[in-house]
């Protein structure tokens, strides 16, 4: 006489035939294990142990919801949702931004991951480099979120917004930004994370690298203001200065947004042997230009901050900052299964130019 199947195992080969014969819809999941145990007459746990075993032989899939399948489900349903990339428009940062863009390229090519790139010229309007950019108020970032949330309606696998966009602005769509990575800057957010460069370590080597040359004088360049980058470093600048014991301050800071300051700065750089640290890679470019004009370069030193290729280019002395790896971590920070916020700070690296060289 065979003997009767217990409860648990002829409900685990109840369950694998009517999965194996398709009858469950692929494209829906399987009734609760609530349900399942009030069907069967088991304890909850029972049914979790069986379903469990079925999705480690394959029979189910479990969704990343908690919910189980029918295995073919998997391929209907797990498909990797697309990543939205907001960046400020596409200018004279072209080469630091398309460095980010590049790191959230490869990253998502490597999960099989798509991705929406939307460039937004309401952040920041900066088609000259002659004159200061300027910055969109926080009521033009909110109108320009919410319009890209109405175009993009569908769940997204999370959000890269870079360093103009405002902790407010972000704030107020909490609910419809599931997962954000700020770049470029920490954020006050208890929802989001970040990803940026070592501030700290980047001002202390920049400002070290310039006591040890030698120079007499070391003048702080304010690029232009409203830019929480720039800010940062120069913030850092001071604070390292207060370490090291040198004199230097927010009254120490000299303006370069336009053509007038630059010309006002460089006619006061007369006599000693001065050095200036402009933490943006474009206005420091058009300093170069004006230190060559006039014969002052060598005398007159200038570290800047910014990207490898534009370091090269104009053979600067420039903290590089790892735009390609702070990318491609933003999109780590949003593939993580603990959906927690976390911050990542990447170092940076000195490039020794020609614009501080040694007399």
Known sequence: MTKPLSPILHFETALAERLAQGGYPSDAPLPTTRQLAGEHGLSNASVHRVL?????????????????????????LDKPRPLACLLRQLQHWAFAYQGIMAGVS????????????????????????AQPPTFG????????????LEIHPEPL???????????????????ELSRVVVVNRPTSLPFASA????FRLGATLALGHLAVRGYERIVPVLP????PFTARFLDEFFLAAGRMGLSLGPDDLIPAATEADRTALLQSLTGERVALFCPESNVAALLLHGLRERALEGRVGLLSVGDAMSAGMHGMTTLVVPF??????????????????????LPLELFLGATTSSQ
């Open 52 to 76: 469990r075993k079925l999705a480690e032989s394959g029979a189910l899939w479990r969704h990343e919801n908690g919910r189980y399948y029918p295995a073919a489900a998997r391929e209907l």
């Open 106 to 129: 490869e990253a998502c090519g490597r999960s099989h991951r798509s991705m929406i790139l939307t460039h937004n010229e309401v952040l920041v309007r900066h088609r000259d480099t």
């Open 137 to 148: 108020s926080a009521e033009m970032q909110r109108a320009a979120l919410a319009q890209f």
């Open 157 to 175: 696998h999370g959000f890269v917004l870079d360093h103009l966009w405002r902790d407010e602005v972000i704030a107020r769509f909490r609910r």
């Open 195 to 198: 990803v940026y460069p070592d």
């Open 224 to 227: 232009f203001e409203g830019d």
């Open 324 to 345: 390609q790896e702070i990318g491609a971590e933003a999109v780590a920070l949003l593939d993580r299964p603990d959906a927690g916020p976390v911050e990542r700070v």
